[in-house]
């Protein structure tokens, strides 16, 4: 039997239709989803801003993120099955690839400016012992077309 394994994806990654009206950079998935090897699960992570602030939101930036009333501990209770979830993938043995998210987003950004979310999440993790290595989907994708080859590399797990 082959190792079983799952990688995290920003929801975005996986349904354009969240994202603020005019600023999706792909229709429905992310092409590059089409290529990940069937044998990897993924786990969707819930939309903070969709699913707090509702599909017809403005665009926004972190720091008006962070103004919004208990902002952090919304996202930290919409993470909460994840967390669970994720505990139970480790419990039975099941690898944990790593998380994908979205460079330069307000809420699913990595590097650089951290999202909102992300930095909730990334805790949380930590907090449960739930290793997480990250890559980001580049602000400047399908154009940069090394990133498919770097997100293939990445899922085979070997970081």
């Known amino acids: 039997m082959c190792e079983r394994s799952i990688a995290v994806v920003s929801h975005c990654i996986l349904n354009q239709n969240v994202v603020v009206h005019g600023l999706e950079r792909a229709v429905g998935a992310f092409p590059f989803v089409k290529n990940i090897p069937e044998k990897i699960g993924l786990v969707q992570l819930p939309c ?11 665009s926004m930036t972190y720091k008006d993120y962070l103004e919004i009333n208990d902002y952090r501990q919304k996202c930290g209770q919409l993470l909460a099955s994840t967390i669970l979830e ?10 944990i690839i790593g998380l994908i998210g979205i460079a330069q987003s307000p809420n699913c950004g990595i590097t650089g400016q951290r999202g909102v979310f992300m930095t909730e999440f990334l805790r949380l993790c930590q907090d449960n012992n739930i290793k997480m290595p990250y890559i980001e ?20 797990g070997d970081h």
């Open 137 to 156: 989907v580049p602000i400047d994708y399908p154009e940069d077309h090394q990133f498919e080859e770097k997100v293939n590399l990445f899922l085979k």
């Open 86 to 95: 994720l505990k139970g993938y480790q419990k039975v043995g099941i690898k």
């Open 48 to 58: 903070p801003e969709f699913l707090i602030l509702g599909p017809n939101r403005p």
